[in-house]
């Protein structure tokens, strides 16, 4: 499932925010202020935040400032959630490193609508990485060390790394969503990985290219 970290100063909304993301099969974090958003960011990286812009300590400008100087935090899709809706307000949002700009008060399935494309545009971009990663690799390179992982957990791996949903991969494998999420916690325990980033990450860094595309590449 994928993890969304919503930051906002008004405990009241980002609880309601809270439960109706969770609600829509997302797994939630939240903070109070930019400084909480940073801290939680770090110790476990999410898909996508949503972050107020006026709060105490750090407002969401500068708290988008910083994710984007974090190396962890460039690619990461940002929608800032603000009652400022001047105009200049959005432009220096979008110029700060803002992937979407929504203004309260907000229709949340228009929300879940933007983070469902951010999300979908953020997979493609993973996919075209891999592409282009396996496009450069030299023929001569060793064979990756083969992985720690049962025939199923291998099917949902290879999935997983190419960036397809939960719910994709299972209308690809014919399996519920359930069965994969079960598939992935065990991937990501037996190499000992935190989430789905870290493990796309891992593909690339130890060499592993999806059967089907290193055909394609053939």
């Known amino acids: 499932m994928k993890r969304i970290l919503v930051v906002d100063d008004d405990t009241t909304l980002r609880i309601a925010l809270t439960r109706y993301l969770q609600n829509r099969g997302y797994v939630v974090q939240d903070a109070g202020s930019g400084v909480e958003g940073l801290s939680a960011f770090e110790q476990s990286s999410p898909d ?112 997983v790394i190419q960036g397809y949903t939960n719910k994709q991969i299972g209308d690809r494998l014919f399996v519920s969503p359930r069965t994969v999420q079960t598939h992935l916690s065990n991937i990501l325990s037996k190499l000992q990985l935190e989430n789905r980033s870290q493990l796309v990450r891992f593909a690339f860094e130890r060499g592993y290219h999806p059967p089907t595309e290193a055909k394609e590449a053939e």
């Open 48 to 159: 996508l935040v949503v972050s107020d812009v006026m709060m105490p300590e750090m407002d969401g400008f500068e708290f988008c400032r910083r994710l984007r100087a974090m190396r962890s935090g460039q690619l990461v899709p940002f929608i800032f959630l603000s009652s400022r809706g001047e105009v200049e307000d959005r432009i220096q949002g979008h110029d700060i490193g803002a992937d979407d700009y929504l203004i309260k008060p907000f229709e949340p399935r228009e929300l879940v609508a933007k983070i469902e494309a951010q999300l979908e545009r953020s997979r493609r971009t993973h996919a075209e990485i891999i592409r282009l990663i396996q496009q450069s690799n030299v023929t001569t390179e060793a064979s990756p060390t083969p992985l720690p992982l049962t025939p199923a957990e291998e099917k949902v791996f290879w999935e």
